[in-house]
């Protein structure tokens, strides 16, 4: 097995982790039935948990844990008990999103070693150094990094935290951790395993209202995947990458071997300071198995018309050639060159036919399995027969693209892969005459001894020597080791027969298997069931409303209104000092709202934002530690971002030195309530009329669609000119803005709001409420926070509350993400 990072597989079951092994994994990941991204796939963790773990050690591979979801506050019982039962079990690490889970899990089980997900959304050394003191020994780096953004990572230095990125598979349009899209639209969360795939349904682009066509691209925030099998030898290069992981745990056995044995090869070959051996047929292979188009992707920089295509957005596998005629009984296709590295289209391949412009996601693409091929001139042209009622020739059209989506071959293929090799053992034999043999065997951290019953005669006829020691002991076929270094040390003429020989082999390797498949139970502690003590006690005060605007227009309205405080969100970051005074010398309090993303080159946006000398609503973990590390930071408040889902998380926040704290928007209304009274209510602002932001993305929608540009250096800043909004199938236009940082976020199109529920969050003792806009027009914000005041002040019922929001939002109203389901129960809260 090679050095250098480890390659690391996903494994959604039991056919992924063995496929695993045997390509050459260093490493697996992978979930249990709760608490993992991953929601339809994962191994119990009774029975399975254990069993994976010997089957992985047994091998020298090492086992991950995802545990990376947000936790809610009913089931944090169940996480202790899940915390426990991995402590006992012993897995290399476990993988966490929550802030909170990550801190009990070092509570819990100390010896647990407790990587940071790439959920986390870390993309800066800070971040990394935050993960660090929470007791992370590695963090998995946001996939929206350069190569070049990780390396100054590196050189900035992570605390002694190990890094580790994606090399391989599907991307997230949005940061992970930062898509609320699924919540928005059904009530689902990403950031709990649930993700709806919002992002690989088709939109519109709306400028100013307007549609503008953009030809076949309909798909427009659905990424491609990564591919970084050529980048192997750069990032190896860089030096303080520990861990390249694979994508993929809903993938098939097959994506799993081909993935990994292609990576296993690339880094054994670059760490040698060999040149990658990637033929193109291997590059085939992996498109033909898994993909949606690959690509470097971020990894290799900002390149807004690179990462999304926007022709399709499912797995198109090798794009095999155009359909030239369509008959009642045949499909006639001009066969695509590019593609011949691998056989051509034959009987049996799975393809779909792909018109772009016309298909709904939801209906099923036009396709099937292949009967027959003919070929009549010279691979020109391919007529296609397909079983009788398999497609339906009237969806399909000339120019229409060919995918193969299955090629049997590659089953094939995959089946005579070489099965792993075994682990190199070291063997040290001490053969003295007139002692006991002695051998000692080592296979990583495990080591047995093993010795002779008896003590060696004299040999009468041939002594042993190491040729014999090398034949007989390095018979390992059919175990999971081969023979590595032999060391031996021979005094006199010992005489060892092959059958003590074979007997003491088979003693080591036995020994040794036990040894490296014995769960690694490290120690246990049982966390403080009881409850801790709230940080301040909710005082009476009168409710107050805040106000975070994004226009110049928007703030002029709300000043009007003399909110408590008033936010800054603006696009462009020297429209804000004037701003700030504006708001200051109306004797209201104000704020600027950081980026949810900070990259290494971006420390000048947190100057300037603390030049500013006003309070700041964090929106990054990373920021928020390197503003309280700076010292003398300005008042902080922690937003939705931050992704505060229990009480361990947000108190662990607030203990920070945020002032107040949004909670995450995967919380419903009631489990808000519960959290105002588990912390206290006066340290919590919970927006109660906003857009939800529902992607949070690198790819820049603007600069893919209204320029030709690749960054903001050549885009011609569209942004500043244009009003954007992504129309989807229902014909809810949702806005999308850009950051300072060329970030875009897409916004749910109506307001979210929580006029039903105000009545009980007063009664939970929260007093701080937000309300937040996009695209409103200045009459709109006024009507908006004009209702909320009268609420709030005793004068305007819920209903017609409800009833003003929904005439006031541009595009109506809803409950969103704060919905409480049906027969839900407020469990608890537990500590
Ligand atoms: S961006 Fe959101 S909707 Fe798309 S795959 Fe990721 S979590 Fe799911
Ligand atoms: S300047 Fe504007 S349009 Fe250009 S990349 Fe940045 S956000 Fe996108």
Redo the contacts with the bound molecule.
Sequence with gaps: MGKGPEVMSPAGYWPQMRAAIEAGADAVYFGLRHFSARAKTGFSLEEELPEALRLLHSRGVKGYVTFNTLVFDHELRAAMATLEKLAEAGPDAIIVQDLGIAALAREIAPDLPVHGSTQMSITSAEGVRFAGRLGATRVVLARELSLKDIGAIIEAGTGGTELEIFVHGALCVSYSGQCFSSEAWGGRSANRGQCAQACRLPYELLVAGAVLPLGEARYLLSPGDLYALQQIPEIVALGGIASLKIEGRYKDADYVALTTAAYRKAVDEAWAGRALTVSAADELRLEQVYSRGMGSQFLAGTN?QAVVRGRAGRHRGLLMGRVARVDAAAIVVIPETATQGLAPLKPGDGVVFDAADWRSPQEAEEGGRIYEVVDARGGKRLTLRFGAGAVNAARIRPGDLVWRTHDPELDKYVKALPARRGQPVCVEVTAHEGERLRAVWTVGEHRVEVASPEAMARAAQRPVDEAVLREQLGRLGGTAYELGELTVDIAGAPFAPVSLLNQMRRQAVEALAALQSAPRAGRRRVANPAPEAVLREAAPQPPQMHVLVRTAEQLDAALAMRPASITLDYLELYGLQPSVARVRAAGVAVRVASPRVLKPAEERIVHFLRKLECGILVRSAGLLDSLVQAGAAPELFGDFSLNAANARTARLLLGMGLQRLTPTHDLNADQIAGLARAVDPLRLEPAVYHHLPVFHTEH?V??RFL?S?T??EN?G????QHRLALRDERGMAHPVM?DVG?R?TVFGAEAQQAAGHLTAWLGAGLRHFRVEFVHESAAEVRRVMAALREALEGRMGAGELAREWQRAAPQGVTEGSLFVPKGYAQFPILP
Excluded: I
């Excluded at 800043?717 to 500043?720: A, D, G, L, Q």
């Design positions: 807004h820049c603007f600069c320029s540009g960054t903001h885009c800043h569209p942004c500043e850009a060329c875009n």
